[in-house]
């Protein structure tokens, strides 16, 4: 009741909420200011595929298991059976070739976490604060204390691709997580990870002062965008695009002769 009250009285005397953004949404400004408008003002979703699947379901399990605290790997394994997305696949066989794809992750991720001396101290912590007029807001994987009482920030990876340690290093993502873990915790995080699950590789960093500014000013000049109502297509991204045969910009959508 409370909440249809603050949106009559928004909507009555034309008071906009504060604009929220994640890194996800960045990102999608990022590749294309059209895809961001399709997905968060006009509320389009990405059709379900077989990676999507795969990521929530994995996603999914390690959450659960250590929210949980499971401990064996019969328990790892039967999450991961329990939460399994089964959507966006073609045919049975697909789908048995995805769910033994993230079995394998699931398997190498316990025999790396038998071997880790760290304390899990939060999965799936979701930071949210303001940036003067605007809010950012993110859900981190997973922080762990390290034994020298210091923090790291996890994020899990699923896709196929690995990264060099120079993207790692540069990575919008982990550096806005560095700021959103200093404020749930009170303190700075060590080391930031990447666990590319796909190649059972762990791949950590930290960050500078200099890139926390520079991620911040990130945030400012999208917002400012967004706010603005920015939203002019890239079509040169079309070819790697979710709605590449939906969107009225889409040069895919032309070459394979829909109109």
Same mark, same amino acid.
């Given at each position: 009741?409370?909440? $249809? *009250?603050?949106?009559?009285?928004?909507?009555?005397?034309?008071?906009? +909420?504060?604009?929220?953004?994640?890194?996800?949404?960045?990102?999608? !400004?990022?590749?294309? +200011?059209?895809?961001?408008?399709?997905? !968060?003002?006009?509320?389009?979703? %990405?059709p379900p595929n077989p990676y999507i699947s795969l990521g929530l379901s994995v996603h999914k399990t390690l959450e659960e298991f250590h929210r949980n605290g499971r401990r064996n790997l019969d328990d790892l394994l039967d999450t991961y059976n329990q939460v399994w997305v089964n959507e966006g696949f073609q045919n049975p066989q697909q789908t048995m070739h995805f769910y033994e794809k993230g079995e394998r992750m699931i398997r190498e991720y316990y025999e790396w976490l038998k071997e880790r001396k760290s304390e899990i101290v939060a999965v799936e912590k979701e930071f949210r604060f303001p940036v003067?007029? $605007?809010?950012? $807001?993110?859900?981190? /994987?997973?922080?762990? $204390?390290? +034994?020298? /009482?210091?923090? @790291?920030?996890?994020?899990?990876?699923?896709?196929a691709e690995m990264w060099d340690q120079a993207r790692v290093d540069s990575d919008l993502q982990l550096t806005l997580y560095a700021i959103g873990c200093a404020k749930v915790l009170g303190t700075e995080p060590s080391t930031l990870s990447y666990f590319f699950l796909a190649?059972? =590789?762990?791949v950590s960093t930290q960050?500078? @002062? =200099? =890139?926390?500014?520079?991620?911040?000013?990130?945030?400012? %000049? *999208?917002?400012?965008?967004?706010e603005k109502q920015s939203f002019p297509p890239d079509t040169a991204k079309c070819v790697k695009c979710d709605f590449k045969f939906t969107c009225k910009y889409s040069v895919e959508k032309k070459r394979n002769g829909q109109q």
């Open positions: 009741m409370l909440d $249809r *009250v603050k949106f009559l009285f928004r909507k009555l005397f034309g008071i906009r +909420p504060a604009l929220e953004l994640s890194f996800s949404k960045i990102s999608a !400004y990022r590749f294309c +200011p059209w895809k961001y408008k399709l997905l !968060y003002v006009d509320g389009m979703r %990405v003067g007029k $605007r809010i950012l $807001r993110g859900i981190i /994987d997973r922080i762990d $204390r390290l +034994p020298d /009482d210091t923090y @790291e920030v996890i994020d899990y990876k699923t896709h190649h059972n =590789q762990v960050r500078s @002062e =200099q =890139q926390k500014k520079d991620a911040m000013k990130e945030f400012d %000049v *999208v917002a400012g965008l967004i």
